[in-house]
């Protein structure tokens, strides 16, 4: 069997970084084998740069493509989802144009697989030409407890349409909790008999408020659900930060991605990795570093979560807090504000740590032998990013 020769000046495995190697793949990009640089080995491609797995984003809301550029920087949370309520609605024609270009731009710089948020059938269309990976994530939010039942099953009707999807075009589905301020103890416990060990995600302590919220019900979401007119009598602080007041409810042995985790704190995290070890749990903590850029000039204590030994993975979120859904751009972010962690580790994170996240690490993620991970080429400082295979 013939199969492609390639080389780099760098090969990125997945875990470390190899030099005078080559990449042995067949034509259909399955791995064969990994071998030191013979002299005189016949018929080798050779690039300048890194040859790596394909990038995996882990989180994205593809259907809110078409909200490029609409919503102005540095607004902070509450005020960013308040114009995401009242922007959301557009041409149907606009937004599924903005979602087919989207999902090229995620071709084109490296990306094979993605954690996307669903809160619409929006996306389905272009699913259906299975051009990436999905895990399609059906978002439940429902913060007044009196309608968790009929969101429940609204959001069981959308689960069901994109089960549907990829009973045909492969991927995964399930049904998850928005964020820990949008969803009432009600609907977490829908959720729980739902869910059972299917891979969960949510955004967890995006902005300051979330915290203060949970502690003392005051900041910025009060602010937020009196200017939607949205009782709150029924919440109780919790008096804990966020993610002490709810992670709890997840299921025992639930994998979990945490989204964007600006204002985790260690303390935090030993309580999470706690209760991970006593309910046999996998979590990872899912960066979006430009995403926090975009809306609130912020970024999360990175060098505290590899301290702790934290699982990492990247994520683009969506083009209305992003200029761009490239993990590149994402890496390049976090290399200019801590440029103390060394390359193989963030390259690590934008691949197997994110196949590993999303569950498909027997197919992507690495150059291990049988898997099809696809094959991308970065120049050494991450400007630019294509698909070889
Ligand atoms: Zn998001």
């Not at 030191?36 to 890194?50: A, L």
Request: charged share 15%; net charge negative.
């Amino acid at each position: 069997m013939a199969f492609r020769k390639l080389r780099a000046d760098i090969l990125f495995t997945g875990k470390e970084l190899l030099y005078n190697h080559v990449l042995l793949i067949s034509e259909e990009g399955i791995i064969e084998d990994i071998l030191p640089f013979p002299d005189g080995m016949e018929g080798i491609e050779t690039f300048t740069g890194i040859l790596s797995p394909g990038f995996i984003n882990c989180h994205c809301h593809l259907e809110l493509s078409h909200l490029k550029g609409a919503i102005p920087e540095h607004t902070g949370l509450t005020d960013f989802i308040y114009a995401i309520l009242t922007r959301r609605n557009s041409q149907v024609h606009t937004i599924d144009q903005a979602i087919a270009l989207a999902e090229q731009e995620m071709l084109d710089n490296g990306i094979v697989a993605v954690g996307d948020i669903c809160n619409t059938p929006l996306t389905l269309p272009q699913k259906q030409k299975q051009q990436l990976y999905y895990h399609h994530f059906i978002e439940v939010t429902g913060f007044n407890p009196a309608i968790a039942e009929q969101r429940f099953i609204q959001s069981q009707q959308l689960y069901q349409q994109f089960r549907q999807l990829t009973e045909k075009t492969g991927g995964h589905v399930s049904m998850v909790p928005h964020a820990p301020y949008s969803v009432s103890p009600e609907l977490w416990t829908l959720l729980q008999q739902f869910s059972g060990s299917q891979l969960q995600t949510i955004h967890n302590q995006e902005t300051a408020a979330e915290d203060e919220w949970f502690k003392h019900k005051t900041g910025g979401f009060k602010a937020f659900y009196d200017k939607v007119n949205m009782p709150a009598d029924h919440f109780t602080p919790t008096g804990k930060s966020s993610l002490q007041s709810y992670y709890h409810r997840f299921n025992s042995k639930q994998p979990v991605i945490l989204v964007h985790d600006v204002h985790t704190t260690t303390a935090d995290v030993h309580y999470m990795q706690q209760l991970d070890q006593e309910q046999q749990r996998n979590s990872w903590i899912c960066l979006c570093p430009n995403a926090n850029q975009y809306i609130s000039n912020t970024l999360p204590d990175i060098p505290m979560l590899i301290e702790n030994n934290c699982k990492l993975v990247l994520g683009t979120d969506s083009l209305a807090s992003n200029h761009q859904l490239n993990i590149a751009a994402e890496i390049r972010t976090i290399q200019a504000f801590y440029p103390q962690i060394p390359l193989v580790q963030l390259l690590q994170w934008a691949t197997l740590n994110g196949a590993e996240a999303l569950q498909i690490s027997h197919q992507y993620g690495s150059f291990e032998k049988g898997k099809q991970p696809g094959v991308i080429l970065c120049s050494s400082d991450l400007q630019s990013v294509k698909r070889i295979i």
